[in-house]
């Protein structure tokens, strides 16, 4: 096992939208790395289904089915349940696959690059004695919180002594893992342990672009050996944006609309909404007769007002899947009703789509309050969820009121910012280049 050839250890991590990401990434360096370079990649087999069934096979990706924690014969687990017996399996579940990865190949591994979540394959790198890079793939500000959870903890008007946070944010904006009762929890656990460990990774890549958090970005590079923002990612794929996906006619109904009329409403692929909350949107959008795509799937159809969809299809369309890259790209679409995933922000931002922000767990509250107050490219739902009067208030603010001229111009400033990184010359551009040395240059001899 001394061949000279790079081998890359992909640890992902595999639940909501980590692994992809992720394997968008590797897409993107393998051009620039020589060509007889192997990728491992290691993830749950449920997370590699759907991930490796949406995309072409690719000769240089192995990929590895490491063990998700749950005994045989045991019934399937979901949420919060799977998570956790996930992270009680690792990493013996890792370097088990990683073990095989390695005597499959004949070539050892030159180089760890994993999720962040995953703060253990800090330890797996310095035992092989190769470099960990780390993975963030949400913004700079939750990725920031964390590395101050000791402060933030510790008194809540602390959080106006982290760089680039707004006087507005509050403890109740936090992430649970930060403010969670104890950090003893499989994942407050995970988290904290990664904040802990994150300096000591060669490279920590970020899917967002320096001018979008100036001062965090700074703050963060002053604490981690080296930030590389790369994104948006969704600006760099060579796939440009395809009609031909648009199983569901979105793009032929969108052509026949003005110009920023339509709604567009998605929550995710995890996400859930209540039933009062679906049907709180559905009287809201038949109150204003405006138009709307709307991303449901059929178990929330079912929870539609009787004859909703009758009297709605002038001017709406419900549809179970969305090609939504195609949909924020069309020049009719006006306002999107997000979940504030970091995935979805980003897309917003690179079409230049103002939202309206309902978000659920994880980072979603605190990238939705710099939606609204610190970026100003749209805003938080009333009360934290849908009503049919706050989400009529909601729609007015965009479609009548001179503050949603500013929050589409202000979201069209940071669309050309987006736009600039990605240029030959451009901040991720460049931040790119330095990735991929980091990656070649430690080619084992």
């Not at 692929?269 to 909350?277: H, Q």
Request: glycine residues 6%; hydrophobic residues 40%; contains cysteine.
């Amino acid at each position: 096992m001394t061949t000279p050839q790079l081998h890359i250890a992909l640890l992902a991590f595999p639940f909501g939208s980590h692994a992809a990401p992720l394997l968008t990434l590797v897409q993107k360096l393998t051009p620039f790395l020589p060509p007889d370079t192997i990728f491992s990649f290691f993830n749950t087999s449920s997370s590699n289904t759907s991930i490796f069934s949406k995309t072409p096979n690719q000769e240089n990706i192995k990929i590895y089915n490491v063990w998700d924690g749950v005994k045989e014969g045991s019934a399937t687990p979901f949420g919060r349940e799977a998570i956790e017996l996930f992270i009680q399996s690792t990493p013996t579940n890792f370097e088990k696959s990683m073990k095989e990865a390695e005597e499959e190949t004949g070539v050892r591994f030159s180089g760890i690059f994993s999720d962040a979540f995953l703060w253990f394959s800090c330890a797996l790198a310095e035992k092989m004695n190769v470099p960990w890079i780390a993975f963030w793939t949400a913004g700079s500000c939750s990725l920031s919180v964390h590395l101050y959870t000791d402060l933030i903890r510790s008194n809540e008007e602390t959080l106006l002594k982290i760089p680039g946070f707004s006087s507005t944010l509050s403890i109740s904006d936090m992430p649970p893992e930060v403010v969670a009762e104890n950090l003893e929890g499989p994942m407050p656990s995970m988290l904290y342990n990664m904040a802990l460990n994150l300096h000591k990774a060669a490279a920590v890549v970020l899917n967002s672009f320096e001018e979008l958090d100036p001062t965090i970005n700074k703050d963060l590079k002053s604490k981690l050996q080296k930030v590389l923002n790369i994104g948006p990612l969704v600006l760099q794929s060579s796939k440009e944006v395809d009609a031909n996906s648009d199983v569901s006619g979105c793009i032929q109904w969108l052509d026949k609309q003005k110009e920023k009329s339509v709604v567009y409403l998605s929550f995710g692929t995890v996400t859930t909404l209540p039933p009062n909350e679906i049907v709180a949107i559905a009287e809201a959008l038949e109150s204003k007769r405006v138009p709307f795509i709307w991303s449901l799937r059929d178990n929330g159809v079912k929870i539609l007002p009787q004859g909703f969809l009758e009297r709605t299809e002038e001017f709406g369309k419900i549809v179970s899947w969305a090609p939504q890259l195609e949909i924020l790209a069309h020049s009719s679409v006006g306002v999107f009703v997000t979940h504030c995933g970091w995935n979805s922000i980003l897309e917003g931002i690179s079409y230049g789509v103002p939202m309206i922000c309902r978000p659920f767990f994880g980072d979603q509250k605190l990238n939705s309050k710099m939606v609204e107050t610190v970026w100003q490219i749209g805003l938080q739902i009333e009360g934290g969820s849908f009503t049919k009067s706050g989400t009529m208030n909601a729609l007015d603010t965009f479609f009548n009121e001179e503050k949603g001229k500013v929050l589409r111009e202000n979201v069209q400033g940071l669309k050309e910012r987006a736009l600039e990184a990605v240029k030959p010359n451009g901040s991720s551009t460049e931040n790119f280049k330095v990735l991929v040395e980091q990656v070649k240059c430690h080619k084992p001899t």
